[in-house]
């Protein structure tokens, strides 16, 4: 068991492999961890070797029929090692996750640190950056951290309803969003790229497809991303078909979309919906064919969702799925 | 002290009709028979839970799986949880407990026989009532709506706002009312070691089982007791307007957390402490020498009922604890591995130099030894808190505890019922069905369990119905579902035997271990009053001072 937990650390194997670190926390989980397999494995290989040894040396013989073995009742030197030496061994590891706990959970916060609010909902991520005055939903999008000069993220956890955890394995273990208990965690990615992970706690009915996605960028293309961001949705003038079906229907009171008539922070912020390659938290791919078919229907392709269907006309899915295809 | 077995006349050896028996299994108060019940009944939930098991596991077969909605399979894996635990890994037990404790300390029931009966019926009916929420749970709507909050049911999921309907209600009292079973039997198996042992019977010359059923019943009398507490707040929430764990009102999650797991951690040494009892009796009998160190067996189990009470929070390493908390609940997860560590070298010991006979309740026991070492190394990783925030609430974590559940008590209690079969039922199991079982039950065991860590390293959470391909989860998934099926036909092949051994075992007789504890002096079953001459004692082993009166034990201990 413990000789595969080694070839699996080999990065391909999954994009979710937590013995592929990329950031400072899961990099330092991932030492201690390969010392405690040391550690684990070499009493695996003492104990199980006794215990196969015991069982073949000392299997009944049928010439040892009728008679009973000598009856050896204790050794006060035999406790007395196996007493203390777990002991040492078990002050070892002890102080040896002490000291990941500490430089993981006592990290000073650098000035060039970048602030992000993380909200749980059932089953969806709102990420909010309070001094960038940016909000988004489902996809986070952090800059990268070279170590000569440190750019970490430092996420606030925090939940609208039930416990979620926060979990991307090649970044940082997880941690747990609850109501009324904030909590906060930090990375620090040392590569770019697209870190995928999920919600670790169970949520309610759609726990499964509550996933995450971290786009982990180059300063530039991080700052490039804040500025469009922070745009409202669009300039045009002329409101669309779909854009007043939107606000006429209980859509609304969910969504918001800034700069227009819709303010709900019950679901995802859609001002830029169409600069996210997913929606419904990472279950579905965003197509136009995709996101009519969310629209029309959200529980065909997430059950449990919280969204309702609306009951639209097809030609009013059109005009809705016309006007979200706007949004970017 | 006798060993003549004397049977006594009385209401069980004449067999009334059906109807009648019946009528006497329902109001006996004899804890051989309430034992059994104990042990039939958990015997009827664990196929249930198994059940339950294999609905998860062909859902997950393969990624984006449509075996069952998400709901169905949020039902199943809070019932299967709360079924396993409570329903069936608890009674079985107890049943031993209720058989065994007497028998080997020489007296002739428990303390408290009609306590011991209200106990089991209570039990039982919370047990029913948690399946009767399939049918009610909905109330007036008639829909089936079991409980799917999960076996932890972690608030604010349980409050009205996300729990509607009845279904939270039927976990809640069904927990409520089996827990009021549980501290009265606690309460009579303390009672009855500590009044009811024969002359002769200190307490340092107790069976091991004894020792180690006394600590487990102290610990449900300590962690029962926040169980219950942590239900009756959670209805207040639901139903009086209470705000304990209502977020919304300024109520705490986090105490939830607390109350369940000062329960929950405890909660597997309730569990595993009797299987440490049965193979402490089983090994040292197969391998033909007395227990190694008995004295420090019996301090180690103490040891681990105190330490498993200040463990809880590592179920809570990653709520966000302060460093110092969590630096606290790693030492002393950590240093529990002490006194399970000397347990492991004393059975080794006790083999060492000894006999092996591999009949079906060794080979448990051997298994079991095996096990229980990989599910400690693995609890050491998961002790290791910046390891645990990676591992917990994957499906390592989910391995590891089935290691613990399935590998060792599962296994001590399989253990258990091969060992003492004979004197229950007065006929031997078949042996190769024995080790039929034991094999199919173990290759699926290690296919399902070996390889459900290795999904959990690769980043796959619990209690998911369904994912996506392309995690890398796929194949490990499939092998995890393979293993499945051994172990179902493995208890198929179990729960076989134990009836055609019934009626067609070959009789078995007081004594067919040459074993050395007072249950193998009476016999085979044992009569209504156990003894027909209450037993006296000069050592641990009296049936060994009997049997080798030129070296008896006494002369060492």
């Keep these: 068991m413990l000789i595969p937990a080694f070839i699996l650390a080999v990065p391909p194997l999954s994009p979710t492999n937590i013995f592929a670190p990329a950031s400072t926390p899961a990099q330092s989980i991932f030492d201690l961890s390969l010392f405690v397999l040391e550690v684990t494995g070499a009493i695996f290989v003492v104990v199980f070797s006794l215990l196969a040894y015991a069982v073949v040396k000392f299997r009944k013989r049928s010439s040892s029929e ?17 007493t203390v030496i777990p002991v040492l061994i078990v002050v070892t590891l002890f102080l040896a996750a002490a000291r990941v706990i500490a430089s993981v959970q006592n990290a000073p916060k650098p000035d060039s640190a970048i602030d992000v609010t993380v909200i749980g909902h059932q089953f969806w991520w709102e990420y909010r950056y309070p001094s960038l005055k940016v909000v988004t939903a489902n996809e986070l999008h952090i800059p990268v951290s070279d170590p000569a000069h440190p750019t970490p993220t430092f996420l606030t956890l925090l939940s609208a309803d039930t416990d979620h955890s926060f979990w991307v394995p090649r970044l940082a273990g997880k941690t747990d969003l609850i109501p009324n208990h904030p909590n906060s965690m930090w990375v620090d990615p040392h590569e770019t790229g697209l870190f995928l992970g999920q919600c670790a706690q169970y949520c309610g009915t759609q726990h499964a497809m509550m996933l995450l996605r971290v786009y982990v960028q180059t300063r530039d293309e991080f700052d490039r991303w804040i500025r469009e961001q922070s745009q409202p949705a669009q300039s045009t003038s002329v409101i669309s078909e779909g854009q007043k079906i939107f606000e006429r229907t209980a859509c609304i009171n969910c969504h918001a979309v800034a700069g227009t008539a819709a303010n709900g922070r019950f679901g995802p912020d859609l001002t830029h919906l169409m600069s996210r390659d997913t929606f419904a938290s990472g279950a579905a791919p965003n197509t136009p064919a995709n996101l009519r078919q969310w629209i029309k229907d959200p529980s065909a392709i997430k059950p449990g969702s919280k969204m309702p269907a609306m009951g639209l006309s097809d030609s009013e899915l059109d005009a809705v799925t016309q006007y979200m295809e706007t949004l970017r | 002290m006798p060993t003549e077995s004397i049977s006594l006349t009385g209401p069980i050896a004449t067999r009334g009709p059906l109807l009648e028996q019946l009528h006497q299994w329902v109001t006996t108060v004899d804890h051989k028979r309430l034992g059994l019940l104990y042990i039939f009944y958990a015997v009827v939930f664990l196929v249930i839970g198994g059940v339950e ?12 799986n449509n075996f069952v909605s998400p709901e169905v399979f949020n039902r199943m894996f809070t019932m299967h949880g709360t079924t396993m635990i409570f329903f069936v890994a608890m009674p079985l037990v107890f049943g031993f407990a209720n058989y065994l404790v007497p028998l080997m300390i020489g007296a002739r029931d428990m303390a408290f026989p009609r306590l011991n009966a209200f106990s089991f019926w209570m039990t039982a009916f919370g047990g029913i009532f948690l399946y009767f929420s399939f049918i009610g749970g909905d109330g007036l709507y008639g829909a089936g709506n079991a409980p799917d909050v999960g076996w932890f049911a972690y608030a604010p999921l349980t409050s009205q706002t996300f ?18 079973g549980s501290i009265g039997t606690a309460i009579n198996i303390i009672a009855t070691i500590f009044c009811l042992r024969c002359k002769g019977m200190t307490l ?16 449900v009398i300590l962690v029962i007791g926040p169980l219950t507490a942590a239900q009756l707040m959670l209805l207040v929430d639901r139903y009086l307007g209470g705000h304990f764990f209502d977020t919304q009102a300024g109520g705490s999650a986090v105490i939830w957390m607390h109350f369940f797991w000062i329960f929950g951690h405890p909660e597997v040494y309730v569990l595993v402490i009797p299987a440490f009892a049965f193979v402490s009796e089983i090994v040292p009998v197969f391998s033909r020498k007395a227990i190694f160190g008995y004295p420090i067996m019996v301090a180690a189990t103490v040891g681990i009922g105190f330490i498993s009470m200040s463990v809880w929070a590592h179920h809570m390493f990653t709520v966000g604890m302060s460093s110092s908390g969590n630096t606290f609940f790693v030492l002393s997860t ?25 009949r079906v309740p060794m080979l448990f026991c051997i298994a079991f030894l095996f096990q229980f070492l990989i599910a400690g190394l693995t609890g050491v990783m998961l002790a290791a808190a910046p390891f645990d925030w990676q591992l917990t609430a994957s499906y390592f974590v989910v391995a590891h505890f089935h290691y613990v559940i399935v590998g060792a008590i599962l296994f001590g209690i399989f253990a258990a019922f091969y060992y003492w079969y004979p004197k229950m039922s007065g006929r031997m199991y078949n042996e190769r069905f024995g080790q039929l079982h034991f094999w199919l039950f173990t290759i699926g065991f290690h296919l399902t369990f070996d390889f459900m860590h290795i999904p959990g390293i690769l980043g796959m959470p619990r209690r998911i119905y369904t994912y996506e391909p392309g995690r890398g989860w796929d194949s490990w998934n499939l092998i995890v579902t393979i293993g499945v099926l051994f172990q179902a036909v493995g208890v198929l092949v179990f729960v ?50 009997l049997k080798h009166p030129e070296d008896p034990d006494w002369h060492y201990e």
């Design chain 2, 204 to 219: 340092g010359k107790m069976p091991l089982l004894a020792w180690l059923n006394l600590t487990m019943g102290g610990l």
């Design chain 2, 496 to 545: 076989g035997n134990l009836l055609w051994s019934y009626w067609r075992g070959a009789i078995a007789g007081s004594d067919p271990w040459d074993a050395w504890t007072l249950e193998w002096s009476t016999s085979s079953p044992p009569p209504a009053y156990n003894f027909a001459r209450i037993p006296e004692v000069r050592s641990r082993r009296p049936l060994w001072d």
């Design chain 2, 53 to 64: 098991a294999t609905i998860m596991r062909i859902q997950l077969i393969r990624p984006l």
């Design chain 2, 163 to 180: 729990s509607q309907g009845h279904s939270t209600d039927f976990w809640t009292l069904s927990l409520l009312v089996s827990g009021i």
């Design chain 2, 334 to 358: 950590m240093a529990i591995a002490v006194p399970t560590g000397i347990k492991i070298f004393n059975w080794l010991a006790t083999m060492w130099g000894g006999q092996v006979h591999f």
């Design chain 1, 66 to 82: 009728g008679r009973e073995p000598a009856q050896v009742y204790g050794s006060s030197q035999l406790e007395l090692a196996w």
